[in-house]
C-alpha cells in the first residue's frame, strides 16, 4: 500500500492526506446494495478507514497502480470471479466498480489503448495521452490522475505485440503514427495533449512532430526523464548494454554482454513474472513473459536506431535528479533544446525508475495539471 498519513488509532487520517487528495473526497453516501458493501469493507480494510463513501475515488484516496493490482486480486478471491485488472482504473469509485463488476464488463489490460481513469472510461473530458516506458505497459499512468481533475480523460498507450498476436513495429517513427492513428479513434482533432515517460517521451515528441506536419495542434509535450541515445559508431554491443544499465541505476557488475540479453535482464531486473498484472493475466496468456521480452528488446532496438526531429512545440520536461549519468544515453534535458520550440524544466528528486511512484507523482502530477490548465485557456 502507498506511505498513507495514519492517525492514532492507525486509521487513515484523511486532513492529513495531501491536498489533491483531501479536496477530491466526496461527501459520504453510505453503500446501497449488497455488492457495494461488499466493496466498501475491502476498501475500508485496504485504507484502515471506517468508511468510505461510495463516491469517493480509490485514487484519491492515495492508492497507486501496485494498490489498484493488489485490490483487484484480492476482489476476485472475494466474488469467486474474474475481474479485469482494468476495471479498477476505469470505475475508480465503489458505485462505479459495483456497475461494472454487474454489467460484466471485460476490458483487455493489453490493448493498444487503454482507458485510465472514469472520465476516459465514458468518453468525457479533455483527453491526456500517456506513453508507456521500454516495458510497453502504460498503466503506471493511472496515478496521475487524481491531480488532473474530473475534467481529464486519462488514456494510455502501449505496445503493439505484448499478447503475441500483433507484428512488432520496425522504427519509432511507425510506432508514432500507429498512435496518433489510435488517439485519432478518440479524439479527431486537435488540439492533442501527450505525456511519455522514457522512451515514451520519445515516442511523444516524435508523434508531436508527425501531427504538426499534418497540420494539427499539439497543445502539450510533456516528458518524464526521457532522453536520446547517443549515435556514436564504434561503441560495442556490450558497452551500449553497460551504458543503459548505469542509467538504470542498476547493478553494473551483473549487466548483460550483448543486447540480445537484455531483454531478459530488465524481466528479472523488474520482476516481471511477479508483478501484479502479469500474474493476473497469465493464465489467458502463457506465453506473456515471453512475448513481453520480445516488446521489450524490439522496444530497445528502435531507440538505439532513431534520431529525433525537431517540431515546433514547447515540452514540459520532468527531470529525475537521481538518474545516473551513461556514456551511451543523454543525460541532460538541454540535448531537446534545438528539437522543440522551448523547454520547460521541472526537477524531480527522484530516480528515473521512480518518477510515477506516489512520492515523485505528488511532485509531477500538479505541475502537469497546471501545464494543461494554461494551455486550455491559451486555446479558449
Not at 469467486?80 to 463488476?101: K, N, Q, S
Request: charged letters at 20%; a negative charge.
Amino acid at each position: 500500500m502507498s506511505d498513507l498519513p495514519l492517525n492514532v488509532n492507525g486509521k487513515l487520517d484523511r486532513k492529513a492526506l495531501p491536498e489533491p487528495h483531501w479536496q477530491c473526497l466526496s461527501e459520504y453516501t453510505a453503500p446501497r446494495t449488497p455488492l457495494e458493501e461488499k466493496l466498501a469493507e475491502l476498501w475500508c480494510e485496504i485504507f484502515q478507514l471506517d468508511r468510505i463513501g461510495v463516491h469517493d475515488s480509490f485514487f484519491d484516496l492515495g492508492a497507486d497502480s501496485l494498490t489498484a493490482a493488489r485490490m483487484v486480486a484480492r476482489l476476485r478471491l472475494l466474488l469467486g470471479r474474474d475481474v479485469p485488472l482494468a476495471a479498477a482504473f476505469e470505475a475508480t469509485t465503489i458505485a462505479e466498480l459495483a456497475e461494472h463488476l454487474q454489467r460484466g464488463s471485460q476490458l483487455d489490460p493489453l490493448a493498444c489503448c487503454q482507458t485510465l481513469n472514469t472520465a476516459a472510461a465514458r468518453h468525457e473530458g479533455e483527453p491526456l495521452f500517456c506513453i508507456h516506458p521500454v516495458l510497453g505497459l502504460s498503466w503506471g499512468f493511472a496515478g496521475l490522475g487524481q491531480y488532473l481533475g474530473k475534467d481529464t480523460a486519462l488514456y494510455g498507450l502501449q505496445s503493439r505485440g505484448l499478447d503475441g498476436q500483433a507484428e512488432l513495429p520496425g522504427s519509432i517513427e511507425e510506432v508514432a503514427a500507429d498512435y496518433i492513428f489510435q488517439l485519432r479513434q478518440i479524439q479527431p482533432s486537435g488540439p492533442y495533449r501527450l505525456l511519455g515517460w522514457s522512451m515514451g517521451g520519445i515516442v511523444a515528441q516524435e508523434m508531436a512532430r508527425q501531427l504538426r506536419d499534418s497540420g494539427e495542434s499539439v497543445g502539450f509535450l510533456g516528458v518524464l526523464d526521457a532522453y536520446p541515445f547517443k549515435l556514436e559508431n564504434g561503441a560495442s554491443e556490450a558497452e551500449v548494454a553497460l551504458g543503459i544499465i548505469d542509467f538504470l541505476g542498476l547493478d553494473a557488475a551483473r549487466a548483460p554482454a550483448s543486447m540480445a540479453e537484455m531483454s531478459d535482464f530488465l524481466c528479472r531486473e523488474y520482476d516481471v513474472l511477479n508483478m501484479d498484472i502479469v500474474k493476473g493475466l497469465q493464465d489467458q496468456h502463457s506465453n506473456l513473459l515471453e512475448d513481453v521480452a520480445a516488446v521489450i528488446a524490439n522496444n530497445l532496438s528502435l531507440l538505439q536506431g532513431f534520431a529525433p526531429g525537431a517540431v515546433d512545440v514547447p515540452m514540459h520536461f520532468f527531470q529525475a535528479l537521481d538518474t545516473a549519468r551513461s556514456e551511451s544515453i543523454q543525460h541532460c534535458p538541454s540535448v531537446w533544446h534545438d528539437k522543440v520550440a522551448g523547454l520547460h524544466v521541472h526537477p524531480v528528486n527522484c530516480h528515473h525508475q521512480a518518477m510515477l511512484e506516489a512520492g515523485p507523482l505528488a511532485e509531477i502530477g500538479p505541475q502537469v495539471a497546471a501545464a494543461l490548465l494554461s494551455g486550455l485557456r491559451e486555446a479558449s
